[in-house]
């Protein structure tokens, strides 16, 4: 390592190890209230999972492509303020999401609403609704976790 970056990671109060998004966050979250801040990344871009990839003449995501949060008091909407940047502008899509399974069948349609999504997976998956029932479970203490309040500013926590 060369003594001029040596010096630098030695005057960072704090060193956030990946530019994903939750290393991206971290890092401005900590710089925002006053710290040093050193952001390592081992990958020519930042991004981690919401990341693009080339091949030949095409792009492709690495992974997250969708966002959810950005409703007045989400956790997007509310780390976007904390950090004094205006929240981007947000369309939701219905249905948010189609999976094609490759087999011919009709892709299946993620809908916002939940009794058509209810009925999109009972006509797509019959005899699954136990393991509905258990994802919507899990999904709702997720949301409740993330729309506790107080999570911000960094030092709350």
Not at 60 to 83: K, S, Y
Request: aromatic share 8%; charged share 20%; hydrophobic share 40%.
């Amino acid at each position: 390592m060369a003594p001029s970056r040596i010096a630098a990671e030695a005057h960072a109060d704090v060193v956030v190890v990946g530019a994903g998004i939750a290393g991206l966050t971290a890092a401005s979250l900590l710089a925002r209230e006053g710290l040093q801040v050193e952001l390592l990344e081992a990958h020519h871009q930042s991004g981690g999972c919401a990341g693009t990839f080339r091949r030949g003449a095409y792009t492709f995501d690495v992974g997250a492509t969708q966002v959810a949060g950005l409703e007045p008091g989400g956790i997007h909407d509310r780390l976007f303020r904390q950090l004094g940047v205006e929240p981007p502008a947000a369309t939701p899509l219905d249905p948010g999401c189609l999976v094609d399974l490759a087999d011919g069948s009709t892709p299946v349609a993620l809908w916002r609403d939940p009794e058509r999504w209810a009925s999109e997976r009972q006509r797509q998956f019959p005899g699954s609704e136990r393991f509905w029932s258990l994802c919507q479970a899990i999904h709702q203490a997720n949301w409740g976790f993330a729309g506790r309040d107080p999570v911000l500013p960094p030092r709350n926590l």
